[in-house]
């Protein structure tokens, strides 16, 4: 009996492996080409050396003029990170549900302008890096730790966030985004490779569905798309 229960502990622990790298793998390519995992982006060089990144990409049929809102859009309390509403309550209950709606108030995006991703009392958000309106937005953060943990354990973490859309095909969008971020120490780079590898591949699929869903659902029902507004760059 004992031998039995060995042979099946080690089938368990097998599988759960197996399991785990499976949705690691997931975490890293969901929906992205090979091509597109090797391809340089902008925003490369605002983490240049990272531990992890990970690609994802979507087809959208729709121009890419009607995806960009969208994306300028995005932000705690501002218009979200279209995910489902289960999935923002498992694991962001305070999130607000994601706007189904373009917000002309939202669509003046700058280089320098700070996107939050949190109550402003966490301070964590993302900083714009470069915004190249319909083709490419590249966010920043090295906030996204709790106070605690960067104060007092020392935890680091400096990532960036690529979003490009490609025209291809007949009038349709390809949408990619990539991650990069460099951790420490050891302890969180490991937990993050583990935990929130796995974790992005859930929420990376919903966004991208939910992206495609609103530009795709916007550009049928025949609603005119804001005029995108820019800025000068902060000097």
Do not use: K
Request: hydrophobic residues 45%.
């Amino acid at each position: 009996m004992s031998g039995s229960l060995r042979r099946a502990g080690r089938v368990a622990a097998t599988l759960a492996v197996a399991f785990e790298l499976a949705l690691i793998r997931l975490g890293r390519t969901y929906g992205s080409t090979p091509a597109e995992r090797a391809a340089a982006l902008a925003g490369d060089e605002v983490v240049p050396h990272p531990q992890v990144v990970t690609d994802h990409a979507i087809t959208i049929d729709t121009p890419r003029e009607d995806v960009w809102p969208w994306l300028v859009q995005m932000g705690w309390h501002r218009g979200g990170w279209y995910t489902t509403r289960w999935v923002d309550r498992m694991f962001f209950p305070a999130n607000a549900a994601s706007a189904t709606t373009i917000l002309p108030e939202l669509q003046d995006l700058a280089v320098g302008d700070f996107v939050p991703d949190g109550a402003p009392e966490t301070e964590c958000g993302f900083v714009v890096e470069r915004l190249e309106p319909h083709r490419a937005l590249v966010l920043h953060s090295t906030s996204h730790l709790p106070r605690a943990w960067r104060d007092r354990r020392g935890a680091a973490l400096d990532w960036s966030w690529t979003f490009v859309l490609r025209p291809v095909g007949s009038g349709a969008t390809r949408f990619h985004f990539r991650s990069r971020w460099s951790t420490a120490p050891w302890w969180f780079t490991l937990g993050g490779r583990l935990a929130i590898v796995p974790a992005d591949f859930l929420m990376s699929r919903d966004m991208l569905r939910g992206v495609r869903q609103r530009a795709e659902a916007s550009s049928r029902t025949g609603r005119r798309r804001p005029a995108v507004t820019t800025r000068a760059m902060p000097r």
